[in-house]
Structures are given as structure tokens and as C-alpha cells.
T-cell receptor, first 111, second 115 residues
Framework: GQQVMQIPQYQHVQEGEDFTTYCNSS?????IQWYKQRPGGHPVFLIQ?????EVKKQKRLTFQFGEAKKNSSLHITATQTTDVGTYFC???????????FGTGTRLLVSP | DAGVIQSPRHEVTEMGQEVTLRCKPI?????LFWYRQTMMRGLELLIY????????DSGMPEDRFSAKMPNASFSTLKIQPSEPRDSAVYFC?????????????FGSGTRLTVV
């Protein structure tokens, strides 16, 4: 099925290091959402970006929507072990009330 | 609200058997989605409903899969007959008309193993 590409697939960092995951789409998006899934858990909504060039922050997490609305990024500053999990972007194309999830980036943080 | 409730949490069945997964969405949510998650294919949208009406079932793998939503508080996903390749975690999610502020709310999932 259709998928949004995310890079990297996997990243292992030391606690305190920064982390960034990127999401790329071939089409212009009406909005993009980000989710976190802990190991063994279910996806949990983090945030939605709607405007071109939009930047939103949640504590140590910074989310950005590209100017052309075709890409997005999630940056975590000074990772903690509680950040462990898989981060998904999910795109919603204009006119459709359905989300297509990206391939996900699995983050492992060592203490 | 108790959130999206799925049952069972785990299901182990033999190939060829019928499997029924159940979902109770959040009250007042207009949309209900069924996703399947595997290591190989990630999170795939199978089907979604708006106000109990199926809108898009293009993700349903084949005729062995069927989904219903007889009312606003209940949906089922049925696999008949089941096959080992159907083994996956099946998530149900719901959202209000405009998901922008709260996104989709997922249930805890049903881990299906077909042996």
C-alpha cells in the first residue's frame, strides 16, 4: 500500500544526544501528524502541522513542516530513555479523512 | 471516556478458522479506522467508516476480510478463513470529524497469531 518514507529506519543514541527523523512525501500534503508508539504499545498522537513552514514545540520535541508541504521533521533535544519508541509521521491528503502512515523511525536510547 | 476498546487483546487460532475482532470507538467520534501492523508492511489502513458507513475499503487484502459497523458504538473485522500470513497486530482507531487537534485515538490492538 501507499506509504510515506521516513529516514532513518532506526537510530540508537546515548542519553543526552539529539535525534531527528525525517518524513518525505511525493505529493503536497494538506496536513501531517506525528505519532509515537512505545514498544508493545499503540500509536499515540503527538501533534498536527497544517501551515507551510510551520514549527511547533512540545518541551524537548520540535516539529517542522516544509515550505512546500512535502516533508516534515521531528527533532528531539537531549534524548531521555523515556523517548524510546517508534515515531511515525502520517499524511492526510486534501479531501480525504484518512491517514497514511510513514514507515516509522525506531529510536533506542541507552542510559 | 475509556478510550477505544478492542477485544480480544490476543488471539491464537488455527489456519482455516474464522476470526472476529471487535472495537468500540470513543463516543461521539464520527470516523472509525481499522489498521494492520506488521514488521514487513508497517501500519496499513484496511478500511474506514464515517457515521457507520464504509467509505474506503481499498486496503482490505482480499475477500477473506470483511468489516462491519452496525451502529456508532461497535465495529467488527472478520477474517474467514484465516491464514498464517494474517498474523499481525490489528488496531482500531477513531477520530472526530476534524482530527486536527486530537488526531486519531488508537485502541490497544489485537495481536493475532494464525498457526
Amino acid at each position: 500500500g501507499q506509504q510515506v518514507m521516513q529516514i532513518p529506519q532506526y537510530q540508537h543514541v546515548q542519553e543526552g544526544e539529539d535525534f531527528t527523523t525525517y518524513c518525505n512525501s511525493s505529493t503536497t500534503l494538506s496536513n501531517i501528524q506525528w505519532y509515537k508508539q512505545r514498544p508493545g504499545g499503540h500509536p499515540v498522537f503527538l501533534i498536527q502541522l497544517v501551515k507551510s513552514g510551520e514549527v511547533k514545540k512540545q518541551k524537548r520535541l520540535t516539529f517542522q513542516f516544509g515550505e512546500a508541504k512535502k516533508n516534515s521533521s521531528l527533532h528531539i533535544t537531549a534524548t531521555q530513555t523515556t523517548d524510546v519508541g517508534t515515531y511515525f509521521c502520517a499524511e492526510e491528503n486534501t479531501g480525504f479523512q484518512k491517514l497514511v502512515f510513514g514507515t516509522g523511525t525506531r529510536l533506542l536510547v541507552s542510559p | 471516556d475509556a478510550g477505544v476498546i478492542q477485544s480480544p487483546r490476543h488471539e491464537v487460532t488455527e489456519m482455516g478458522q474464522e476470526v472476529t475482532l471487535r472495537c468500540k470507538p470513543i463516543s461521539g467520534h464520527d470516523y472509525l479506522f481499522w489498521y494492520r501492523q506488521t514488521m514487513m508492511r508497517g501500519l496499513e489502513l484496511l478500511i474506514y467508516f464515517n457515521n457507520n458507513v464504509p467509505i474506503d475499503d481499498s486496503g482490505m487484502p482480499e475477500d477473506r476480510f470483511s468489516a462491519k459497523m452496525p451502529n456508532a458504538s461497535f465495529s467488527t473485522l472478520k477474517i474467514q478463513p484465516s491464514e498464517p500470513r494474517d498474523s499481525a497486530v490489528y488496531f482500531c482507531a477513531s477520530s472526530p470529524l476534524l482530527s486536527r487537534d486530537y488526531g486519531y485515538t488508537f485502541g490497544s490492538g489485537t495481536r493475532l497469531t494464525v498457526v
